[in-house]
Nanobody, 120 residues
Framework: VQLQASGGGLVQAGASLRLSCTAS????????MGWFRQAPGKEREFVAS????????RYAESVKGRFIISRDNALKTAYLQMNSLKPEDTAVYFC??????????????WGQGTQVTVSS
């Protein structure tokens, strides 16, 4: 599986963005997906995850109620809808396949990242 993240950009605080993560390969529909982010000078952190059938979704406390993770297995794509964006959401966002947990060590295949910048 290879992952391609897209959808980042520069927006003002309060705006919305939708990130996409498109996979190649035949195993996407059986794999959990996660979104992580890394701000300058900080460690990569968990944002959200979704199980293979979307039955389990997890969110970091900092984004709960604002971000929504979803997936379309027919399109081999996972999404991260980001609403009410804040300047502290500024980071490079990565998608990855692995478990549906919060631990970065549970994810083995990563996309290249997409930059999200939120201005105040």
């Amino acid at each position: 599986v290879q992952l391609q993240a897209s959808g980042g950009g520069l927006v003002q605080a309060g705006a919305s963005l939708r990130l996409s993560c498109t996979a190649s390969g035949r195993t996407f529909s059986t794999q959990a997906m996660g979104w992580f982010r890394q701000a300058p000078g900080k460690e990569r952190e968990f944002v959200a995850s979704i199980s293979w059938n979307a039955g389990i979704r997890r969110y970091a406390e900092s984004v709960k109620g604002r971000f929504i993770i979803s997936r379309d297995n027919a399109l081999k794509t996972a999404y991260l809808q980001m609403n009410s964006l804040k300047p502290e959401d500024t980071a490079v966002y990565f998608c990855a396949t692995g478990s549906s947990g919060r631990d970065i060590r549970e994810y083995g295949i990563w996309g290249q990242g997409t930059q999200v910048t939120v201005s105040s």
